[in-house]
């Protein structure tokens, strides 16, 4: 009894699922860092990397999926040719050195060839994941010594420095003048996630703080360092704009703004406190074309998937109803059953107001591999595997 009323909401989820409008978003992370997803290992050959960049782009195209957000910028650092950054060591091994061909532009010939818009995903202030890897001599952290910060065993782009918001809009005209790409969007790395090397509300800005002091600044040392961001998020958008009017910006944050926000979700973690973003903030005054907060817990939880979508979709908190394209994660379907991925994709369109829906999934992985049969989850509906939980 218990398994023909769960294939009966299984069907009801599903008979939902098809009703999703064609111009819904429906979108992949494509990680590059720590070569999770691509390349999948560095210093492989050219034409593996092409494969590999064929078979993520029609796996998606199979799989409903119609964007792709692919992490060109993961470490200051550069998956396609600039001249104001280096080649990603996640392609060759080595800061610097080329890969003999341009990953971001295969990527646009394979979208352009599938249907799937390719989207640009940078990571602003992250200088390196490793501080001990060496670095090309064209790395931000020589190109930009006095700006950058050692966070545990890594390094970080102070945003407080002027120089820092300088580069990272000069990076996003520059992708935006030479590739084709739909849009440009960023993830929930602005100030570091508070951890044991990095206690919560430390970072190494006292020089760059007292210095704004000097210079007649007012603001506590929380909202300045939110200021910091919201100067970057704005000139990101102008930049966006000005370049191509119709490429899209989003930002995707921490799934949880802050604490008591909805009060029924428990938070040990926010984006405004723990990370000095302000999200809400950048929809109310227009900055941002959408937002995708990271939404990577089940629904019955303590913080409940559903709970936080209507809470960002709300009126109250997202007056102009920019839209919400939740990213909900693949990378605890070890422990979730696919059902519950279906039952997140359902709730998502059905939770008002949404005039322009959508999801991003986290991450193509998963789905590369069609891990519990998630492609057919997706694509189709649940088939057996879903039903039966396995």
């Known amino acids: 009894m218990l398994y023909r009323s769960a294939a009966v909401v299984l069907s009801f989820s599903l008979l939902s699922f098809f009703s999703a409008k064609a111009s819904d978003f429906r979108a992949g992370w494509v990680a590059s860092v720590y070569n999770i997803n691509f390349p999948t290992r560095a210093g492989l050959s050219v034409e593996e990397q092409e494969r590999q960049i064929a078979g993520i782009v029609e796996t998606a195209k199979k799989s409903g999926l119609n964007a792709l957000m692919v992490q060109v910028r993961p470490e200051g650092d550069a998956l396609y040719r600039s001249e104001l950054e280096p080649w990603s060591r996640y392609l060759t091994g080595v800061q610097g050195e080329s890969p003999g061909y341009d990953p971001l532009q295969v990527f646009l010939q394979e979208g352009s060839r599938f249907g799937v818009s390719i989207h640009a995903w940078i990571n602003p202030y992250r200088a390196a994941t490793n501080s001990s890897q060496p670095r090309a001599s064209t790395h931000e952290a020589y190109t930009l010594s006095g700006a950058v910060?050692?966070?545990?065993?890594?390094?970080?782009?102070?945003?407080?420095?002027?120089?820092?918001?300088?580069?990272?809009?000069?990076?996003?005209?520059?992708?935006?003048?030479?590739?084709?790409?739909?849009?440009?969007?960023?993830?929930?790395?602005?100030?570091?996630?508070?951890?044991?090397?990095?206690?919560?509300?430390?970072?190494?800005?006292?020089?760059?703080?007292?210095?704004?002091?000097?210079?007649?600044?007012?603001?506590?040392?929380?909202?300045?360092?939110?200021?910091?961001?919201?100067?970057?998020?704005?000139?990101?958008?102008?930049?966006?704009?000005?370049?191509?009017?119709?490429?899209?910006?989003?930002?995707?944050?921490?799934?949880?703004?802050?604490?008591?926000?909805?009060?029924?979700?428990?938070?040990?973690?926010?984006?405004?406190?723990?990370?000095?973003?302000?999200?809400?903030?950048?929809?109310?005054?227009?900055?941002?074309?959408?937002?995708?907060?990271?939404?990577?817990?089940?629904?019955?939880?303590?913080?409940?998937?559903?709970?936080?979508?209507?809470?960002?979709?709300?009126?109250?908190?997202?007056?102009?109803?920019?839209?919400?394209?939740?990213?909900?994660?693949?990378?605890?379907?070890?422990?979730?059953?696919?059902?519950?991925?279906?039952?997140?994709?359902?709730?998502?369109?059905?939770?008002?107001?949404?005039?322009?829906?959508?999801?991003i999934i986290w991450n193509m992985g998963p789905l590369m591999s069609n891990q519990k049969g998630i492609a057919g989850v997706i694509e189709r509906g649940a088939g057996n595997e879903v039903a039966e939980g396995r």
């Open 149 to 359: 910060r050692r966070v545990g065993s890594s390094l970080w782009l102070d945003p407080g420095d002027p120089a820092v918001r300088k580069h990272v809009t000069a990076v996003v005209k520059d992708l935006l003048d030479r590739y084709a790409v739909a849009g440009v969007i960023l993830d929930d790395y602005f100030y570091p996630y508070p951890s044991r090397a990095n206690p919560r509300g430390y970072f190494p800005d006292s020089s760059t703080y007292a210095r704004y002091r000097s210079e007649g600044g007012a603001l506590s040392l929380d909202d300045w360092r939110r200021h910091n961001v919201d100067l970057l998020i704005n000139e990101l958008h102008e930049t966006v704009k000005a370049t191509r009017p119709r490429a899209l910006f989003g930002v995707s944050p921490f799934g949880i703004y802050t604490r008591g926000e909805p009060a029924s979700v428990h938070a040990e973690l926010d984006q405004y406190r723990d990370l000095y973003a302000d999200p809400v903030k950048w929809m109310r005054e227009g900055w941002v074309d959408y937002l995708s907060p990271q939404l990577y817990w089940r629904d019955a939880s303590p913080q409940s998937y559903s709970a936080l979508l209507a809470w960002w979709r709300s009126s109250s908190v997202n007056p102009q109803g920019v839209p919400i394209y939740p990213s909900i994660t693949l990378d605890k379907l070890s422990g979730w059953p696919a059902s519950e991925i279906a039952h997140q994709i359902t709730l998502e369109r059905t939770i008002k107001p949404r005039s322009d829906g959508g999801f």
